[in-house]
């Protein structure tokens, strides 16, 4: 048995459905439960307000039916309850369904991805009990995660301070005269098709600033995205740098393409000008502006007027820094983007969780499969989850790594082959050299 200290204050709920069920074991005759899976609905439809709603509902039937009644952290419902059969209480799961038509879960019944699951605990009692074992496990497992980050938090707040106007002022005087170059990084966007072939193929290569390394060496007390306009600014300052440095340096790219991260305010600075003239008139392959969802929503109306300028001057666009949650609002194909960018998150793979995300394949299908980059892979996991829903193309740690191996493996091969491709002529025997 689980002791509810080992929970915080969300977690409670699943330790008492847990802790109820196993003295259920011996007298579970009788019993009857349902599951209202609230969290596969649209997020308006999971505001507090609705959560209260849904659970008042229930309220007459816990003092009328001997039943208890769970919210849990992710905000599903489940009801028990004892001697009355599950038409005793599918009046209110209707309820729920007319009061939340507007969702599109309402009028789903299926079992795996429904509006509710039922069950009878005297023939499906081990079936339940492990539902809220493993409820119970990620409860646990989400408290345990929110405390290390709570942790985490403490930490930096004691040792990094907000940014101000005058650090702002002291960083931007630095970014004009220090040298970037250390701090600009290259991470390529690799297609990864399905079938045998474990060959990765740069797409392109993003080139940006890290932030991490970047305030580390200016200014390692400061916390340079505790304000989000002034860390706009910052990044605009940072923009025209990058624009610089691509201008007078010589540069490297494995693919034919590259992408830049910048502001859309940017796009219309003469440091952009500059840039375009110079540099991207002369690139053989595409030039990608990577733009943050953030900005180009707070901006649309200036998205929209220089859009279609862009593409016709050659440029490709990409929609950057979406979620599964804010993918189901960025429609690619109205936007006219060329390409968007999900972050990969570890809990993808949950299998519980997952089934709020079961979604996520249809929305990827109307993005384009092929349009679609899952970023910030650092795992295998991440691969196979995308590949599952039929994305190709991947960035991210993990994949670097695969390329770093994959090009030492040319490199053996190709310094392996070199005797047997081009076979010397034996030596006359007055110019061979002794042996030892």
Known sequence: M??????????LQEYLLLDYVQRLETRK????????????????????????VATNTFESYVKLYVGRIFVLTNNDLIFVWKDKSIADVEPAVDTLRYLFRDDPLSQDDSEETGFCTWYNLN????????????????????????????????????????????????LEETI????????????PVCVFAHGGSKELHPVFDEFF????????????????ASNRWLFQHMTEVLDKRMLNYLCKRTFKTHASSFSLNLNLGTLTSKDFDKFDETVRRKWPGNVII?????DLFSNLETYLKVRDDFHERGYRILIDNLTVESLSFVDRKRLKADFIKVAWREEMTDNVIRKKYGEMDSLVKNSGRERVILCRCDSPTAIKFGQSLGIT?????????????????????KAGQKPAAVKPAAPK???RKPTS
């Not at 509810?4 to 977690?11: M, S």
């Not at 600033?209 to 340079?224: C, E, F, G, H, Y």
């Not at 990577?290 to 953030?294: H, R």
């Open 2 to 11: 689980i002791e509810p200290q080992q929970y915080g204050q969300q977690a």
């Open 29 to 52: 005759y009788g019993h009857r439960a349902v599951h209202i899976h609230m969290s596969r609905m649209k997020p308006f439809h999971r505001r507090d307000y609705h959560i209260r």
């Open 123 to 170: 023939t499906e009692f081990q079936e339940f009990l492990l539902l809220c074992q493993h409820l119970d496990e990620r409860a646990k497992k989400l408290q345990q995660n929110l405390n290390m980050r709570a942790a985490q938090q403490r930490d930096k707040d004691e040792t990094l301070q907000p940014i101000d106007a005058e650090n702002l002022a002291q």
């Open 176 to 187: 004009h005269s220090a040298d970037l170059s250390e701090h600009i990084r290259q991470q």
């Open 209 to 224: 600033v890290s932030i991490t390394d970047l305030r580390n060496a200016l200014m390692p007390k400061i916390d340079l």
């Open 290 to 294: 990577e733009l943050n969802q953030v």
């Open 393 to 413: 193309l991947f960035q991210g740690r993990y994949i670097d790594q695969m390329i770093a191996r994959q090009r030492r493996a040319k490199r053996a091969a």
């Open 429 to 431: 025997p007055a110019e």
